[in-house]
Structure formats: C-alpha cells, structure tokens
C-alpha cells in the first residue's frame, strides 16, 4: 500500500513540475541568459491606433527591443482609434492574467479606470506617451510636451523676429500631449506679439489639418506661420496652402513635432517645415522598464524621455538636444 502511495506521490510530482508553473502565471524556461530570472513573462500592448506612422513606429521600436530577451511574450492589440474598444482590450488582458500591461491610451479620462482596474488585479501598467488622469498606474513613460511646446514657441519668437499672426493645429485635444504642447507653447510666446488667429483640434489627423488649414487661408489674408501639434497636421497644413495656387507656402513657416525620420525629418531636408521637434516613440524603453518591473525592481513614477530640434541647418547633423 505505501508503495503505490508513494508512487503515486511521485507521478504527482512530476506532473506538477511539466505543467505550466503549476498554476503560476510565470514558468521557468531553459536557455535564457544568465543575467535574467530565466522566467517566462506575458505583456499586453495596447495601441491606441496603428493608422499613424508614428505609432507603426512605436510598435516596432517594442518589437526590436522585446527580440532580445527571449523570455518576453507580447501580445499586441490595435484600438482603431477607438476609446471604446481601447478601454475593451484592457479589460481583455486582464482576464487573460498577462504579467505586466503597456498601454498607449488614445485619451487620458476614459481609459484612467481600466488601468486603475488592472492595477486593483495586480497587473502593473506601463502608460506610454499618452497620460491618464490620477496615480494609479506603475510608470508612465514620454517626452515631456510642455517643454517641447514651450521650445517650440520660443523658435516661433525668434523665427518671427517677435510679432506675427499664426495658426495653431493642435492634436487631439483630450488627450495629454495636446493640452500640453498648447499649455508649453503659450508659455514660450509669453511677452511677444505673436497672435494665434485661428486654431482648430486636428485629432492628430493630416486630412483634419488640411481641412482646417483651407478654412483658415479663406478668412485670413495674412498668415505668418503654422504651428502643428504633430507633423502629419504641419504637412496637411503646408499641403491646403499650396494647394491654394497663391503661392502662400514659400511665405508662410510649418513647424511641426515628432520628427520620424521619414516624415518631419525628411520635411525640413525638403524644406517643407521650417523646424520639427522629436518626440522619441518610448517603445525601447517601455521593454527595458517592464523587465525590471517583473524582475521584482521598483522603477521610477516617471520616465522622461529626451527631445531635439531638427533645422535645415542641423539635419544633416543629426539634430540638436533640447
Ligand atoms: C501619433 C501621434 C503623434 C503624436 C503623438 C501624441 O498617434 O499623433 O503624431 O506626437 O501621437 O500622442
């Protein structure tokens, strides 16, 4: 009798340890590098749209780095530039039980209770470039878009020699980068006698920016600059004003911000923008914090990530640091 209880002791056992971590999220692989835990983790990424070159960009920049570690799992999703669906997918992870969750909100309110969510389901959440309202997150990863909007309305003074009437696209105004780089912008025009005559919330959009621009240059005859929230709405902007036939656009200067290589920073080599401002996409760094994060490491609230100016007399340079 003890023999087959012992027996049966030891298929248990064995059973237990081939199956996956024994009813743990994580399991131990083989083959790792030594200098992990040799775990194996799940992430889930949301994406708020996949129809932005940037954010193409941002997938493939948390793909490369993620290509490294062996260990690491993502699975993605694309919200469609839907909220609804966005604040969808978050729930989905965490039903699923992944690790850890990477989110790149479309707008900070409506998707603040899903990560707060998933936090209360002991799911840390990594917010990328996009904020969300409140603290309940683990870390929020971006640029910071008051100084860029600040940089970029202190290059407006002096490229304006101080006085001038421009027109500001601004990105989706409920989320946090818009209201930022409007707030920072007004900050770095304080004091001179620049004017915004028109502005419009382009959703990020360049056929929202185009369109815009069209109404503008119908009601305005006296246009100095644009300012564009993103580079897509400096470009739309550009496009409606030559399209115009007025030749308005060899006038008037574009700035725009995110500076993909093949977009803003191609722009200002053709000299379509005056200037664009970089907005790193974060991807590399989102993998670097998460592994520390399921590593058991404390990571820090904030991870702000540097910023650039590219001109027609630095590009070829590679830019200047902000
Ligand atoms: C892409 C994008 C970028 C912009 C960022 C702000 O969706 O619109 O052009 O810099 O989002 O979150």
């Known amino acids: 009798?003890?023999?087959y209880r012992s027996i049966i002791v030891i298929a248990l056992a064995a059973a237990c340890a081939l199956s996956v971590g024994c009813g743990k999220k994580e399991s131990t692989t083989t083959g790792t590098s030594t200098t992990e835990t040799g775990k194996k983790f799940v992430?889930?990424?949301?994406?708020c749209n996949l129809g932005e070159p940037w954010r193409v960009q941002m997938n493939a920049d948390v793909k490369a780095a993620a290509a490294a570690h062996p260990n690491l799992e993502v699975l993605y999703k694309d919200a469609q530039n839907k909220t609804p669906v966005q604040q969808a997918q978050v729930k989905e992870f965490v039903e699923q039980g992944v690790n850890l969750i990477i989110i790149s909100p479309k707008e900070a309110l409506p998707l603040t209770k899903p990560v707060a969510e998933a936090m209360a389901a002991n799911i840390p959440v990594?917010?990328?470039d996009r904020k969300v309202e409140g603290d309940k997150y683990t870390s929020f990863?971006?640029?910071?878009?008051?100084?860029?909007?600040?940089?970029?309305?202190?290059?407006?003074?002096?490229?304006?020699g101080g006085k001038g009437s421009i027109v500001e696209l601004k990105g989706l105004m409920t989320s946090t980068p818009g209201q930022e780089r409007h707030n920072g912008f007004m900050e770095g025009i304080k004091g001179?006698?620049?004017?915004?005559i028109f502005d419009a919330d382009c959703h990020?959009?360049?056929?929202?920016?185009?369109?815009?621009?069209?109404?503008?240059?119908?009601?305005?005859p006296q246009i100095d600059a644009v300012y564009g929230h993103n580079d897509p709405s400096a470009h739309g902007a550009y496009l409606a004003t030559k399209q115009e036939g007025k030749g308005r656009e060899k006038q008037i200067k574009f700035i725009g911000i995110d500076s993909l290589p093949n977009e803003g920073v191609r722009y200002v080599k053709e000299g379509i923008l005056t200037a664009t401002f970089q907005y790193p996409t974060g991807g590399k760094e989102a993998i670097d914090t998460a592994l520390k994060i399921l590593n058991g490491e404390?990571?820090?609230?904030?991870?702000?990530?540097?910023?650039?100016?590219f001109t027609k007399e630095n590009v070829d340079k590679g830019g200047a640091p902000l």
């Not at 878009?145 to 002096?158: D, L, P, R, T, Y």
Request: net charge positive; aromatic share 4%.
């Open 141 to 160: 990863i971006g640029a910071d878009n008051v100084k860029i909007g600040k940089e970029a309305g202190k290059f407006m003074v002096k490229l304006l």
């Open 192 to 196: 001179s006698q620049i004017k915004i």
């Open 298 to 309: 404390t990571v820090e609230k904030n991870i702000v990530l540097g910023t650039k100016v």
């Open 43 to 47: 992430i889930g990424m949301s994406q």
């Open 1 to 3: 009798m003890s023999k």
């Open 126 to 128: 990594i917010v990328l």
């Open 204 to 220: 990020w959009l360049e056929p929202d920016a185009q369109r815009e621009m069209n109404s503008a240059l119908s009601r305005f």
